[in-house]
């Protein structure tokens, strides 16, 4: 486990200025959060998603009847919902200072695709207190940005000139946070900005 989360690490640091602090404080690689709903929700998304084109390739159904696949998309993008709202439940805002920021561009295949798009990213460094104890923690930042204008004016806009912002942590962990708004569905709105 503490060679995946070395691997991880790496990944994630790589091209950064600002190292990001892991918030696994036992060492071990992070995975995506679930629960015993999400993953039932998961499984029956990926059944109701599967089973109609199988049947439809098999002529056993109608062709259009396996757009009932859709519905298993559906089901699968609310397993997602479910397990980060059970995973954000009880964490709380904190004011937080901005000791550091750093942007990037980073260009990358869309799927399916031959075109390169470009994608504006960005990391902080936040200093806070959480019962009566200062941290320093690099906050996941659940964005990506289709322009630097778009970028800047979103910084601009969660960060006031003295460098104060916003946090949400984890009470039990305050290394694990995330900046300025706890995501909705980070699988799927990191992409719709800017």
Not at 3 to 27: F, H, L, S, T, Y
Not at 67 to 82: D, E, M, T
Not at 123 to 133: A, I, K, S, W, Y
């Amino acid at each position: 486990m503490e060679q995946v989360a070395a691997v991880q690490e790496k990944v994630r640091n790589k091209g950064w200025r600002i190292q990001r602090i892991p918030w696994k404080m036992d060492g071990k690689a992070e995975w995506v959060h679930n629960t015993p709903l999400s993953l039932g929700l998961a499984l029956l998304g990926l059944a109701v998603f599967l089973a109609p084109i199988m049947l439809a390739l098999k002529n056993a159904i109608p062709k259009p009847a396996a757009l009932v696949a859709v519905a298993g998309i559906g089901l699968l993008l609310l397993s997602r919902v479910v397990a980060e709202r059970s995973q954000f439940r009880g964490w709380i805002p904190v004011d937080a200072v901005c000791v550091d920021r750093e942007t990037r561009k980073r260009k990358r295949k869309s799927q399916g695709s031959k075109k390169w798009r470009t994608r504006w990213q960005f990391r902080v460094l936040c200093q806070f207190e959480h019962n009566g104890q200062s941290w320093n923690a690099t906050p996941d930042c659940h964005a990506e940005f289709r322009s630097e204008t778009a970028l800047n004016d979103y910084l601009t806009q969660t960060i006031d000139d003295d460098g104060k912002c916003r946090v949400f942590v984890d009470p039990e962990n305050p290394l694990h946070a995330v900046f300025h708004e706890l995501p909705v569905l980070i699988s799927v709105s990191h992409f719709w900005n800017g």
